[in-house]
């Protein structure tokens, strides 16, 4: 799966402020959509029109193409000739790809953190999020997205005391496509509590600068789940299909998919 972050550029023949502002308007077009596929409002195999987005969005086809093209090049989007583009089929083993590219930049960036230290002050507001968790009730609810966007929360802090902004930019990107398996990995109160204590093995190897130690507690956080990566694919299915059913049952005029779509006060201009 191709991992460019090209987004929409200066489409042909709209020079000037027109060329800007339908820019704009594309990589709007362009986040919109990817966010559909990557949260499963679209299920794989799902058709994207370019007339149906043209009208959805208010837009000319020009920056409705430029997104699908861009989506395309991400490798969400599959470009059939003569029938248009479908929304691609999930692939276990480009998720597994992405997990080795997360493993490799988390790795380094521990390594770094271990290597030369972190002040008392941040290890301490880690640890506050975090050692509350490991007394997590056994009957607890489980809130699974507040808990995927206080894990994804925790990797990015790593990677920000590093201070590269390219490895948050990717990081960020990753954590985008992998959610989806996220969602599915943590669902009981016992793999909350197991997080938590991953989470805080990684913040005492840094406190230690045990660069190896620090390697060993990011690998066994990773690979818990990784190791769910079919499972989640599977239920990721099984949900965007039900979905698309419930929403075939229903009158035409009934929206079903939780989405934003513009008003005309969210509409732009261009």
Same mark, same amino acid.
């Given at each position: 799966?191709?991992?460019?972050?090209?987004?929409?550029?200066?489409?042909?023949?709209?020079?000037?402020?027109?060329?800007?502002?339908?820019?704009?308007?594309?990589?709007?077009?362009?986040? $919109?959509?990817?966010?559909?596929?990557?949260?499963?409002?679209?299920?794989?195999?799902?058709? +994207?029109?370019?007339? $149906?987005?043209?009208?959805?969005?208010? *837009?000319?086809?020009?920056?409705?193409?430029?997104?699908?093209?861009?989506?395309?090049?991400?490798?969400?989007?599959?470009?059939?000739?003569?029938?248009?583009?479908?929304?691609?089929?999930?692939?276990?083993?480009?998720?597994?790809?992405?997990?080795? +590219?997360?493993?490799?930049?988390?790795?380094?960036?521990?390594?770094?953190?271990?290597?030369?230290?972190?002040?008392?002050?941040?290890?301490?507001?880690?640890?506050?999020?975090?050692?509350?968790?490991?007394?997590?009730?056994?009957?607890?609810?489980?809130?699974?997205?507040?808990?995927?966007?206080?894990?994804? $929360?925790?990797?990015?802090? +790593?990677?920000?005391?590093?201070?590269?902004?390219?490895?948050?930019?990717?990081?960020?990107?990753?954590?985008?496509?992998?959610?989806?398996?996220?969602?599915?990995?943590?669902?009981?109160?016992?793999?909350?509590?197991?997080?938590?204590?991953?989470?805080?093995?990684?913040?005492? *190897?840094?406190?230690?600068?045990?660069?190896?130690?620090?390697?060993?507690?990011?690998?066994?956080?990773?690979?818990?789940?990784?190791?769910?990566? $079919?499972?989640?694919?599977?239920?990721?299915?099984?949900? *965007?299909?039900?979905?698309?059913?419930?929403?075939?049952?229903?009158?035409?005029?009934?929206?079903?998919?939780?989405?934003?779509?513009?008003?005309?006060?969210?509409?732009?201009?261009?």
């Amino acid at each position: 799966m191709s991992r460019s972050r090209r987004t929409p550029s200066h489409p042909v023949g709209l020079p000037g402020e027109a060329d800007a502002s339908t820019n704009q308007l594309g990589y709007r077009i362009l986040q $919109e959509i990817r966010r559909r596929i990557l949260n499963w409002h679209y299920p794989p195999g799902h058709h +994207l029109g370019e007339p $149906e987005l043209s009208e959805e969005f208010a *837009a000319s086809r020009v920056p409705v193409r430029e997104a699908l093209r861009a989506l395309t090049e991400q490798g969400l989007v599959e470009k059939v000739p003569n029938q248009g583009c479908f929304v691609r089929q999930p692939d276990a083993q480009a998720t597994h790809h992405l997990y080795d +590219l997360r493993l490799a930049l988390e790795l380094f960036v521990i390594e770094r953190l271990a290597r030369h230290g972190m002040t008392d002050d941040w290890l301490a507001l880690m640890r506050a999020t975090w050692e509350p968790l490991l007394n997590v009730r056994a009957d607890a609810p489980v809130d699974g997205d507040l808990l995927v966007s206080m894990d994804e $929360e925790y990797h990015l802090a +790593l990677a920000r005391g590093l201070g590269n902004p390219y490895f948050i930019d990717s990081l960020k990107d990753i954590n985008d496509r992998l959610r989806f398996v996220r969602l599915v990995v943590v669902t009981t109160p016992h793999r909350i509590q197991t997080t938590a204590g991953e989470h805080l093995a990684i913040l005492s *190897a840094i406190a230690q600068r045990d660069p190896e130690a620090a390697r060993r507690a990011v690998r066994q956080n990773l690979q818990h789940a990784r190791n769910q990566i $079919e499972i989640a694919i599977s239920k990721g299915l099984n949900r *965007a299909h039900g979905r698309e059913q419930a929403k075939a049952s229903l009158p035409h005029d009934v929206d079903t998919a939780g989405e934003v779509t513009p008003t005309n006060a969210d509409r732009p201009t261009e």
